[in-house]
T-cell receptor, first 112, second 116 residues
Framework: EADIYQTPRYLVIGTGKKITLECSQT?????MYWYQQDPGMELHLIHY???????EKGDLSSESTVSRIRTEHFPLTLESARPSHTSQYLC???????????FGPGTRLTVL | AQKITQTQPGMFVQEKEAVTLDCTYD???????LFWYKQPSSGEMIFLIY??????QNATEGRYSLNFQKARKSANLVISASQLGDSAMYFC?????????????FGTGTRLQVTL
């Protein structure tokens, strides 16, 4: 059973607010990822990390930023939320032979 | 660049019947991996099955099997003996071998509805 956690699960916030979406995993995985997914649509990679102090931008441009100070923690920050940021954000981690990614439960963000 | 194509936006299947969800892919990597994930309405992504490009046999995991046809670049998911709990979105994904982060490229998904 994968142990990857995301908080909050749901967030409704006003335009211009700064928000941080938390993601933690207890599996000791070195690689972590953030995906953005609109309802009923495919996932788009927005950030990933090879390990501590390593972060890269993904395939979809995003105004968010990430940090990786500890192996288990990979938070995502939006400095000034806008309605266009309304989406589901999924965090994942991977390691092992196949590098299959294990996902957290997601954060559903609504920016009013 | 990698691309995953899922041409079935929605599928219906009767309980206890088998169903095949289609997935085709395109990549220039000589070595790659193919994954299927299930996403229930609650939103989490559940890993189902993996197929490596050099695996000689089709992958199986319980009621899930992957019909891998390398020459056709297809990796269809077969669910046997469908259950009501199988109703969900299903995503096919690919991992190439470029770089070390094992990024996944996802298809647009197929929504499966299991009926009585």
């Amino acid at each position: 059973e994968a142990d990857i956690y995301q908080t909050p699960r749901y967030l409704v916030i006003g335009t211009g607010k700064k928000i941080t979406l938390e993601c933690s995993q207890t599996m000791g995985h070195d690689k972590m990822y953030w995906y953005q997914q609109d309802p009923g649509m495919e996932l788009h990679l927005i950030h990933y990390s090879y390990g501590v102090n390593s972060t890269e931008k993904g395939d979809l441009s995003s105004e968010s930023t990430v940090s990786r100070i500890r192996t288990e923690h990979f938070p995502l920050t939006l400095e000034s939320a806008r309605p266009s940021h309304t989406s589901q954000y999924l965090c994942a981690s991977s390691s092992g032979t196949y590098n299959e990614q294990f996902f957290g439960p997601g954060t559903r963000l609504t920016v009013l | 660049a990698q691309k995953i194509t899922q041409t079935q936006p929605g599928m219906f299947v009767q309980e206890k019947e088998a169903v095949t969800l289609d997935c085709t892919y395109d990549t220039s990597d000589p070595s790659y991996g193919l994954f299927w994930y299930k996403q229930p309405s609650s939103g989490e992504m559940i890993f189902l099955i993996y197929q490596g490009s050099y695996d000689q046999q089709n992958a199986t995991e319980g009621r899930y099997s992957l019909n891998f046809q390398k020459a056709r670049k297809s990796a269809n998911l077969v669910i046997s003996a469908s259950q009501l709990g199988d109703s969900a979105m299903y995503f096919c994904a690919m991992r190439g071998n470029t770089g070390t982060a094992s990024k996944l490229t996802f298809g647009t998904g197929t929504r499966l509805q299991v009926t009585l």
